[in-house]
């Protein structure tokens, strides 16, 4: 069946939306608006989009499906205005990370036999159109969250569509959404961000931390390089979640550091051990809402031509590399390359390729 699908906002997530949905279903008609006319008109030249448009028109009352991919502080302005061009069994879905605020604008309007929330959980310390790819929802947990009066023929629809784009998509209540992302979300947020701002505080002048920084710190913190306008609206609008999350995990930490400063061993020993199990046990097929990494470190062999060797090696056999680079850690015997793939089964190969060759290679975790 064909469909007309409009885009209101064209950034990372809306870029990435619409690209997955030209790959897999070429044939759609995608509409598109952004406040950067031009940011839509490459989207067009890129053939991603058969209409770009400079305002919010007519040309979307013949949309089957309209994504609202606006900041979340424009959501209700743009709801307004795009309200009069929707046609009877229109779905208007959004991709905000908070889905209360969203669902209250709605409610307001008038739109909720329309409206079914979403949420992608992928993304990218990048932004913008330029950075968006067709598969930056693979294996991601794609959450919709219907209305109380959305048909189920509705739900069906967008489901299947966020399936065929290789999403994994869940169905939610909005506010069981709202509390389980300010746990596994909005709190590794401001976690990795409140300590690379720590470590900025209580470093030297000489920048020793700074300099010493690599590996673990740099894994746990990666996240905190996103958006700070998107965070600092995700902080407002999921404030109660948010401060109840940090509530629980401060009276965590303080529970932790008694245990250190009581010489607690036990406690200690099962506080490693238990996250150690539980992390091991999260599946690694969806990138979830931190996006998942396929990365390896290689140890460099002591000759000439040996990052040359490994590049070779990988090219020949077909295996894009993502991101490479050289990384002096005491945590391995020499100079180490880290290595970036764009899927598992290309990480995977090229350990396999690299071990073969007597290079020591560490997956990274």
Known sequence: MHLTIGFLGLGLIGGSIAKSIRKYHPDYTLIGYNHNYETALLAQREQILDLAVKEV???FSNCDIIYLCMPVSFNEEYLSQVKPYLKKGCILTDVGSVKGNIHQAVKKLSL????IGGHPMAGSEKTGFSNSTDHLLENAYYILTPCKCTSKDAIDRLYHLTASIKAIPIVLDPKEHDYAVANISHLPHLIAAGLVNLIQKSDSD?????????????DITRIASSSPVMWQQICLTNKENIVQTIEHYLSYLSEIRDAIKQEDGDYLYQFFEQARIYRNSI???SSGPITTIYAMYCDLIDEAGSLAKVVVVLAEHGISIKN????HTRDFQEETLRIEFYEQNAMLLAQKLLEQLHYSVTICS
Not at 206 to 218: D, Y
Not at 324 to 327: A, L, N, Q, R, V
């Open 112 to 115: 909720e036999e329309y409206f």
């Open 206 to 218: 000489t920048e020793t931390m700074k300099t010493l920084a690599a590996g673990g710190f740099k």
């Open 283 to 285: 599946p690694a097929k």
């Open 324 to 327: 490479i680079g050289i990384t």
């Open 57 to 59: 028109d007519s040309s």
